[in-house]
């Protein structure tokens, strides 16, 4: 941890830079931007009957977008592991709870992109058919259904650690109880897809999903610039500690 020092009436205050907190709004913008990312590469390719022979015409776009989607993954879950020492003080089991579930939203992430990366090795047996078809309709289900699992793991982390900034007051209330909102809708559109009842990507799925997207980057830009918890103060000097005039 680092400090900066600056004068208030006469005497010197003392910020305190935290480095964890400043890491940690550093992950949130990083995992947003690699999904975004994944996602725009991604874009429909993966949709209607004849997928296969589109991802075959575009393998690099594909593969871009799997590794973006690993990224995503690793910054994903990295948020809430950097995030646990300072949670840990307040509520440890909601914190490790919060780790545990960022890190399975992790690997389900991790096995979406792999299922996209199955694909552009399928892509290349297309002369095989009916069964290349088949397997690849099996791979992309099971890369949308690992996608969805970890996007409602996502929602139950960030749910606890939100629940701890909000108890222990470490980031403002408004912006924990505008997380807690946000993940609630969220939770609310990961469920809506898993039942199929609303279809991937659709205006009511992002529209549910935006109040968090916007929300997470307003806790990073606060995260690193204003860090956790109330600043330091220097502590004013006794009149033993005073230097000799």
């Not at 993966?46 to 991802?55: C, H, S, Y």
Request: proline residues 4%.
């Amino acid at each position: 941890m680092s400090t900066m020092s600056d004068t208030r009436a006469g005497r010197p205050v003392v910020r305190s830079r935290d480095a964890r907190a400043t890491t940690a709004g550093v992950l949130f913008i990083a995992a947003t931007a690699t999904s975004l990312i994944a996602t725009a590469f991604l874009g429909s390719l993966l949709d209607g009957p004849g997928f296969l022979a589109a991802v075959g015409l575009n393998q690099g776009r594909v593969l871009t977008a799997g590794l973006f989607q690993l990224l995503a993954a690793f910054t994903s879950a990295a948020i809430a592991v950097t995030l646990y020492p300072a949670l840990r003080q307040h509520a440890a089991g909601m914190a490790l709870g919060a780790v545990a579930f960022r890190l399975i939203e992790g690997v389900f992430y991790a096995l979406s992109a792999a299922g996209a990366l199955i694909l552009v090795s399928l892509s290349g047996q297309l002369t095989a058919g009916a069964p290349a078809r088949a397997a690849a309709d099996l791979v992309r289900d099971l890369r949308d259904s690992a996608g969805c699992v970890g996007v409602l793991a996502f929602y139950t982390g960030a749910t606890l650690y939100y629940l701890i900034f909000y108890r222990s007051r470490l980031i403002p209330r408004w912006l924990s109880a505008w997380g807690l909102a946000g993940t609630a809708l969220g939770l609310v559109a990961g469920l809506l897809v898993l039942f199929q009842s609303i279809g991937t990507l659709s205006g009511a799925q992002v529209a549910l999903n935006l109040p968090i997207a916007v929300q997470e980057m307003v806790l990073a830009v606060w995260l690193i610039m204003k860090g956790l918890g109330p600043k330091a103060e220097a502590p004013t000097p006794t009149a033993k500690e005073l230097p000799p005039a």
